[in-house]
């Protein structure tokens, strides 16, 4: 199956930094997702994004797909975005392949 | 519009017995995926669930099983658990079974087995 590396695996910041997160898959896939679990453990859908880039406020994504790896950009971080930032990805078949995390702990 | 809702939220069970999680959809999704996360790891694939039938199985013994039914919310059944069992177990639901779907999480059952 599709293999999922992310780095960091853990990562500090002051607020008001900026970061990347990376994602690494195996092989070609048809979805790529991240997500961003909070402390009591449920999941948030950040972005879908098979290809190409997408933004939403702070956050931005970009794959490519050619080159197999997913960013995740997060500008201006506050202590809110600490959490465990996953991505999961699909090939062929449905199952949904997860990285490690990356840790995210940001400071005030 | 209430998202994936799961329960119950925490529970403790002892080795060697039985337990059953549950699980609704969001509204308007018909399909229903389950997933183990032990500590420190990301999400691990068990099954899913698609017009009351299994349709796709991670790598998981027997002793995990589930159930969908015709509200499309779902069950999951873990018999003779193991302390490695103990775990957070999470449902997702997609409209479908394309790889293509944006698929959302319920908040998650914390599984204790001592």
């Known amino acids: 199956g599709i293999q999922v590396e992310q780095s960091p695996p853990d990562l500090i910041l002051q607020e008001g930094a900026n970061s990347t997160l990376r994602c690494n898959f195996s092989d070609s896939v048809n979805n790529l997702q991240w997500f961003h679990q909070n402390p009591w453990g449920q999941l948030i859908n950040l972005f879908y994004?098979?290809?190409g880039t997408k933004q939403n406020g702070r956050l931005s994504a970009t794959t490519v797909a050619t080159e197999r790896y997913s960013l995740l950009y997060i500008s201006s971080s506050q202590t809110t975005d600490s959490g465990v930032y996953f991505c999961a990805s699909q090939g062929g078949s449905y199952i949904p392949t997860f990285g490690r995390g990356t840790s995210l702990i940001v400071h005030p | 519009d209430a998202g994936v809702t799961q329960s119950p939220t925490h529970l403790i069970k002892t080795r060697g017995q039985q337990v059953t999680l549950r699980c609704s959809p969001k509204?308007?999704?018909?399909?229903v995926s389950w997933y183990q996360q032990a500590l420190g790891q990301g999400p691990q694939f068990i099954f899913q669930y698609y017009e009351e039938e299994e349709r796709q199985r991670g790598n998981f013994p027997d002793r995990f099983s589930g159930h969908q039914f015709p509200n499309y919310s779902s069950e999951l059944n873990v018999n003779a658990l193991l302390l490695g069992d103990s775990a957070l177990y999470l449902c997702?639901?997609?409209?479908?079974?394309?790889?293509?779907?944006?698929?959302?999480f319920g908040e998650g059952s914390w599984l204790t087995v001592v």
């Open positions: 997702a639901s997609s409209p479908g079974t394309v790889s293509g779907n944006t698929i959302y």
């Open positions: 509204s308007g999704h018909d399909t």
């Open positions: 994004i098979p290809s």
